[in-house]
């Protein structure tokens, strides 16, 4: 039985959201005070602090003059672990969309604009090494769960230190951080064996196993992940197996060197949207034919894609003041995507490096920090597309090279007066170039654009005003030209006339723990205004084509109230209480597109409200419960705000039972559900689609066990 959202409130949305709101907030205060009262006075423990690394400044989350959101692989699981988007979707102000299976769009602060598919104008960063291509695209599919043990999402352009980029920054690393020093290196973690299987609705099969080992500042991690499930909608069969390896060397006392190997090999079906009357008779359908183009099962739409990234990381350290972070890449993608208009193959191998130097200096009370780099990625890609023949490749269209090469050049200093006042300031000088070669036409021509050099600087100031309590301010600029999915879009014409996007973000923000570092709140609010903002098209055949709008005016309001505690002298172990709020007020500036005004309208594939609220608890007996609550207004789904999703609201809930042996072995059973209130909705819209086709239904309840091990060289605390 379907638990239906009353029709007055979606009528009224935004007051049942507010609502929602204020229940959480009394939830979460009974939580509080409950448990305030089942513990002894001086029972209580405080988790270690969060430490990012941005922008080359390893401080406290509370201390970083930025909005950035931080995820470790606990905090990023609250559901049935084939994909990240339950765990980004407890950030204020992100917002993850999964079209069909391992197709995967990322929001930070209305970034997905430009993005009918794949991540586009968010820079990604895996141990250090890019994982964005040179074109701007980023395949965020070939990550599983155990890939990582910390994420860093920075909210806001990050052109300063990060190269080309509106949309924000994703930093991953797979092992625990671990600084260089004079003195050497921290310890390492225990070497250890893990295992986990879950199965569950829709032929859901998911294998984990990763094995780290090391010793005397040397660690080395081995991770696979397979995934696989047969999809909520006809026609959305996805597998995806994932094997890493990342081992850090402590070469010398000055010496750290870092090799990281990324391998995926990823199929999924490709179902298609959905008309509203189609999505409302049948939200499990696939795309039908109609207008003469087949349906997704005749047609086998699919994307068949491998994935290879090798890098290298050296941290040097000359002295206790100046030290290098070096890092070199190769890559290469292989992508086979027949659709219902054609065949696209693409091979795309890369390669690049970054580097950066770093020098400290301790003034009196002032500490100095000066920073400089570059870096650069060239990319030889090629495009060739085909009719499709029943998901076989036939007539060649057409067959195009592609040279793409950017680099940035940066400079960054930063000063902390007194601990408690800190400044940062930044540049860069960014420059791209692209060429597209069609082979298939003579004579042969080239055509290219100069994305020609843009500076893209940053200020930031951080006051803090009590002990764990600080108040910032920053103005940033960011420059990102077109990627190559949108220069070669696939109409098949070349957009070399298109503008590179560039806007300048003002923020204000205050962060900082209460209740003795048990409570940790933000709030920030920003007006960012994007100049030639580049928006998806779809023609008559459903294919996507891009123009630049005239400017977009982005205001937003994001909360953060996170409370961790953990109990020493309690039944309870630990206990963690999250509330995430995000208001996005995102308008069309001046836009004109032929004799259609959008002025004025809101930007669509955005919620104007979004909240989270999770509850994770955990007994002395092993016993625990995790549960979350997502909760969306309406999107527009089209320019002309004509088109609109309902709201929705998920919920989902986790028990499990941890049962440690022999000391030094750990079993995990769990059981979950995943939209306990039976939801019908859309995750993932296709932005002015053609014909309305605007709707990819997401599961409806769906149910999940599993059963993982864990093995340690040491006694388990």
């Not at 036409?441 to 951080?462: C, F, I, N």
């Not at 005239?550 to 630990?574: C, D, I, L």
Request: glycine share 8%; net charge positive.
């Amino acid at each position: 039985m379907k638990i239906k959202i009353p029709t007055f409130y979606l009528c009224a949305g935004n007051r049942y959201i507010m609502q929602r709101i204020l229940v959480s907030l009394y939830i979460l205060f009974s939580f509080f005070t409950s448990f305030a009262q089942e513990k002894s006075q001086d029972s209580a423990k405080v988790l270690d602090p969060v430490i990012v690394t941005g922008f080359e400044q390893q401080v406290p989350l509370h201390r970083s003059p930025i909005a950035v959101g931080v995820l470790n692989r606990n905090s990023a699981d609250f559901s049935n672990k084939t994909s990240l988007v339950s765990g980004f979707n407890t950030l204020a102000g992100v917002r993850m969309e999964e079209r069909s299976p391992a197709s995967y769009r990322i929001n930070i602060r209305g970034s997905s604009l430009r993005s009918p598919f794949g991540v586009r104008n968010v820079k990604v960063y895996w141990n250090d090494i890019p994982l964005t291509d040179p074109g701007g695209n980023t395949y965020f599919n070939q990550i599983a769960l155990n890939d990582f043990s910390s994420i860093e999402i920075y909210k806001g352009p990050v052109s300063s230190m990060y190269g080309a980029g509106t949309g924000g920054l994703i930093l991953m690393q797979s092992l625990p951080a671990q600084p260089l020093r004079q003195a050497g290196l921290n310890n390492n973690p225990s070497p250890r064996l893990q295992a986990e299987y879950m199965t569950g609705s829709n032929s859901l099969q998911n294998v984990f196993a990763s094995a780290s080992f090391g010793e005397n500042g040397n660690q080395s991690l081995f991770t696979f992940a397979h995934n696989g499930s047969d999809g909520y909608r006809d026609h959305s069969r996805m597998r995806r197996d994932n094997a890493s390896f990342v081992s850090r060397n402590k070469i010398s006392s000055k010496q750290q060197l870092t090799a990281a190997i990324l391998f995926t090999n990823l199929f999924y079906e490709t179902p298609g949207g959905l008309t509203k009357a189609e999505y409302d008779a049948n939200p499990k359908a696939a795309r039908p034919a109609a207008g003469g183009q087949p349906s997704a099962d005749q047609a086998k739409a699919a994307i068949y894609q491998k994935n290879l990234l090798v890098g290298v990381h050296q941290l040097y350290a000359f002295n206790e003041h100046f030290k290098n972070a070096t890092a070199i890449y190769g890559a290469f993608a292989q992508i086979k995507n027949p659709t219902f208009r054609n065949y696209e193959r693409r091979n795309e191998p890369h390669f690049g490096g970054r580097t950066s130097f770093t020098f400290n200096q301790q003034l009196n009370e002032t500490k100095l920090q000066f920073v400089t780099g570059a870096e650069f990625q060239q990319g030889y890609f090629n495009t060739q597309v085909s009719k499709n023949k029943q998901g076989n490749p036939d007539t060649l269209q057409t067959d195009d090279d592609i040279n793409y090469t950017n680099y940035s050049i940066f400079l960054q200093g930063d000063a902390d007066i007194s601990n408690k006042l800190f400044f940062t300031a930044g540049v860069s000088l960014n420059k791209s170039e692209i060429g597209i070669t069609r082979l298939n036409k003579y004579p042969v021509v080239t055509q290219s654009r100069d994305y020609g050099s843009e500076w893209s600087p940053r200020v930031a100031l951080l006051w803090k005003m009590y002990k764990d309590l600080a108040v910032y301010a920053s103005v940033s600029k960011g420059f990102s030209p077109p990627t190559i999915a949108e220069v070669l879009p696939s109409t098949g014409v070349i957009s070399t006339f298109l503008e590179a996007e560039e806007g300048t973000n003002y923020e204000l923000g205050l962060k900082g723990f209460a209740l003795k570092g048990k409570l940790y709140l933000e709030i920030d609010g920003f007006y960012f205004k994007l100049n030639n903002a580049l928006v998806v098209r779809k023609d008559s055949t459903n294919a996507d084509y891009y123009v630049n709008a005239g400017n977009t005016k982005q205001k937003g309001v994001a909360f953060t109230a996170n409370y961790n505690e953990v109990f020493s002298a309690s039944f309870f172990n630990r206990l963690g209480l999250g509330l995430i709020y995000a208001f996005s007020d995102f308008k069309y500036g001046d836009f004109q597109k032929e004799n259609t005004n959008y002025t004025g309208n809101h930007l669509p594939g955005v919620p104007q409200h979004a909240l989270t609220v999770t509850i994770d608890l955990h007994t002395k007996i092993g016993v625990y419960l995790r549960a979350s609550e997502y909760l969306v207004s309406k999107i527009y789904l089209n320019d002309a705000n004509t088109a609109s999703s309902d709201l929705y609201n998920l919920v989902g809930l986790r028990a499990g039972y941890s049962l440690t042996t022999h000391k030094r072995g750990k079993f995990n059973f769990y059981g979950g559900v995943d939209n306990l209130l039976d939801q019908t909705y859309s995750l993932g819209n296709d932005i002015n689609a053609a014909g309305g086709r605007y709707y990819n239904a997401a599961p409806n309840r769906n149910y999940y066990v599993g059963l993982s091990f864990e093995l340690s060289s040491t006694d388990n605390k």
